[in-house]
T-cell receptor, first 114, second 110 residues
Framework: ETGVTQSPTHLIKTRGQQVTLRCSSQ?????VSWYQQALGQGPQFIFQ???????GRGNFPPRFSGLQFPNYSSELNVNALELDDSALYLC?????????????FGSGTRLTVV | SQQGEEDPQALSIQEGENATMNCSYK?????LQWYRQNSGRGLVHLIL?????REKHSGRLRVTLDTSKKSSSLLITASRAADTASYFC??????????FGAGTTVTVRA
């Protein structure tokens, strides 16, 4: 159903550790966005990358960083993990401006920080 | 902060009935999108309605948009058990992010 693949599916980390989440965008999609979804809430925008450059950022501290690669895969890195970072992390890709096409979301990575 | 707010928070209906949920937002938008999420997994794009459109249909889905009231509604007709999910509205006030509400949880009883 979805052309966006995220790995790993689940992850448990200890407070203070670092984590890297990966996303493989739908073929041809040059825009990738990352969202954090806490339990019972809607997704919150973290940042977006367009053609390997950060294109916008939400209200998240600098310890949340990202990369987008030429093959449209991307990473979300979180340093110095805190308990509140426990959430579902969603990657979404789109072909340029979402106003025309909407976003294709991956199934997410469930991160638990203990 | 979340731009869109869905109402109601939860909805329980019998299979075959219609389900209606509403979304209100705060700022001007380029478009409004509805997504479905099953069991806390990925979001599935359902429908996008642009700010100059008033109504849009897709299969059993009907979306309306009233920009003067900053509100939208999603109607699912002839509901099925497979429609059990959380539904989110998302607004696109600028070009680079979606702002989601907290969602409406729909349960369709057999």
């Amino acid at each position: 159903e979805t052309g966006v693949t995220q790995s790993p599916t689940h992850l448990i980390k200890t407070r203070g550790q670092q984590v890297t989440l990966r996303c493989s965008s739908q073929s041809g999609h040059n825009t990738v966005s990352w969202y954090q979804q806490a339990l019972g809430q809607g997704p919150q925008f973290i940042f977006q990358y367009y053609r390997e450059e950060e294109n916008g950022r939400g209200n998240f501290p600098p310890r949340f960083s990202g990369l987008q690669f030429p093959n449209y895969s991307s990473e979300l890195n979180v340093n110095a993990l805190e308990l509140d970072d426990s959430a579902l992390y969603l990657c979404a890709s789109s072909l340029g401006d979402s106003s025309n096409y909407g976003y294709t979301f991956g199934s997410g990575t469930r991160l638990t920080v203990v | 902060s979340q731009q869109g707010e869905e109402d109601p928070q939860a909805l329980s209906i019998q299979e075959g009935e219609n389900a209606t949920m509403n979304c209100s937002y705060k700022t001007s938008i380029n478009n409004l999108q509805w997504y479905r999420q099953n069991s806390g997994r990925g979001l599935v794009h359902l429908i996008l309605i642009r700010s100059n459109e008033r109504e849009k249909h897709s299969g059993r889905l009907r979306v309306t948009l009233d920009t003067s009231k900053k509100s939208s509604s999603l109607l699912i007709t002839a509901s099925r058990a497979a429609d059990t999910a959380s539904y989110f509205c998302a607004t696109d006030p600028n070009d680079y992010k979606l702002s989601f509400g907290a969602g409406t949880t729909v349960t369709v009883r057999a």
